[in-house]
């Protein structure tokens, strides 16, 4: 069929979804593409979510990514509040929610991100307890957070730590709780996680990581957390964040292969004929060496986007480098290139007293990992000497006085 006839249904209108939408456009796609969201809200990137939206500094609007202007100026079809309650890969077409026409695909990107795990706790139904994913969550806490509210976070990953700073520049008294040993456990080595404790321990959270949470109290509305020692913590707000679960199941009822997400290849290609899947549902089955991995991050919308579009153009795009990520807390940027919490000898390039370092974790004379704290600027020479597996001694790396781009020349 000519392809200015076929297709395209993308199921998913956030940042994975309308990036796939916009590159096919710019890639050349002539063909109808229909983009499915179950939100009401115009396509936006998450990451301002738990920063200046909560902070109260900007609205979820303003980080926009495809306005219904754009829509018109592609010819991209917007359904917005929209469900699909079926997939029949069979007949290639989407059964949507009554009333509806059933509709027909030719290719069918599946974007539909993640949730946020629930915790089965007693007390998790009171009002005044959240959790953090959408526009919608983000402006219902962002408009209870004032100053000397008690705000207590489940959850010691990025989300509840970026929440937790919002949250305090706010003026709120803020408690983050984490059940295990260390903040940031998946994603980075203990000095590194002490050093991002000491940050927020510095401007007034209280933070407890290895405890139990039995349940939540309250009559009608939460106003404390108890803890499995028998202690209990204060609270006017509790925002969960203890990870994600990919939104499969629409796959999963169509007889795709998934495992928490959709099992794909380099290209998003899944097991199912003319079905793709990019952002955070889809798990790669190889990933920078890595297999059987699911990503939650912006760079692998953007670039998982760009993949799926060049697979349908039967333009394959290039292999990409070492995954990145990066958070905000308070006044610190901190940026992981590769996966943090890979093995190898960890290597100081300055202090965690300082204002800006960073690590590595080497193995074998290379760079496996490395984390840059307000150290930004490095973030380009540092993704080259992983990528390219060049062979650099912990001495080397660890010496301040030597520019690291002079060890990627070198090479």
Known sequence: MDGAQQRVVIVGAGQAGSRTALALRQEGWQGAIVLIGAENEHPYERPPLSKDVLQG??????????????????GIELRLGEEVRRIDPRARRLHLHAGRAPLHYDHLVLATGSRPRCLPLPGAGLDGVH??????DALAIAARLEGGMRVVLV???????????????????????????QLMARVVAAPIAERMMALHRGRGVEIRTGVRIDGLEGLREVRRVRLADGSAVDADIVILGVGALANDGLPV??????????????????SAPFVYAAGDLARHEQLWGCGNVRLESWENAELQAREVAGALLDRPAPERGAPWFWTDQFDTNLQIIGFGRARGELVMRGSCDDRSWCAFLVSDGRIQSAVLHNAGRERRVVAQLIERRISVSARDLGDIGRPLRTLAAAA
């Open 57 to 74: 500094r900007a609205l979820p609007g303003d980080a926009t990514i495809l306005s219904a202007e754009q829509c018109q100026d592609q």
């Open 131 to 136: 959790v953090l994913r959408t526009a919608a």
């Open 155 to 181: 959850g010691g990953g990025f989300i509840g730590l970026e929440a937790a700073a919002s949250a305090r520049l706010r003026g709120c008294r803020v408690t983050v709780l984490e059940t295990a040993p």
């Open 253 to 270: 009822s169509a007889g795709i292969r998934c495992a928490d997400g959709v099992i794909v290849d380099r290209y998003g290609r899944t």
